[in-house]
C-alpha cells in the first residue's frame, strides 16, 4: 500500500523559511517522478516543484529561486526547502507520486498517488 505522509509545515512571518517532508512508503519512488503541490483557498491546486528518477527539476515560476525540491533515498523522503515565503505561499501543500520516470512539471492527472497535506500559512 503506497502512502505518502507530508510534515513540517506550519506559520511563519513573511521573509521566512520552511522545509517540508514527505515520507514515502510502499512504492519504489526513486524510480518515478514526484511532486509537490499545493491549494489556496478559493483557488486551483498547482503544481510546486518536482523531480524525476534522473534527479532532473523543474519549478513553478512563482518559486524558482525560492523553492529546492530534493530527496533523500535513505529515508524514503522527499523534501520542499522553501525560503523567501510571502503570504501569496500560504496554501496547503500536498506530495504526490506518478507512474512516469522522467518529468518536469507535468500535468496533475499524472500523479497517482497523494497525501493528506500540511498546511503552510505565512504572514505579513
Known amino acids: 500500500q503506497v502512502q505518502l505522509v507530508e510534515s513540517g509545515g506550519g506559520s511563519v512571518q513573511a521573509g521566512g523559511s520552511l522545509r517540508l517532508s514527505c515520507l514515502v512508503s510502499?512504492?519504489?519512488?526513486?524510480?518515478?517522478?514526484m511532486g509537490w503541490f499545493r491549494q489556496a483557498p478559493g483557488k486551483e491546486r498547482e503544481g510546486v516543484a518536482t523531480?524525476?528518477?534522473?534527479?532532473?527539476?523543474g519549478y513553478a515560476e512563482s518559486v524558482k529561486g525560492r523553492f529546492t525540491i530534493s530527496q533523500d533515498n535513505a529515508k524514503n523522503s522527499l523534501y520542499l526547502e522553501m525560503n523567501s515565503l510571502n503570504p501569496e505561499d500560504t496554501a496547503m501543500y500536498y506530495c504526490?507520486?506518478?507512474?512516469?520516470?522522467?518529468?518536469?512539471?507535468?500535468?496533475?492527472?499524472?500523479?497517482?498517488?497523494w497525501g493528506q497535506g500540511t498546511q503552510v500559512t505565512v504572514s505579513s
Open positions: 504526490a507520486a506518478a507512474a512516469v520516470r522522467y518529468c518536469s512539471m507535468p500535468p496533475e492527472s499524472v500523479f497517482l498517488y
Open positions: 510502499g512504492y519504489s519512488y526513486r524510480r518515478y517522478c
Open positions: 523531480i524525476d528518477s534522473r534527479g532532473d527539476t
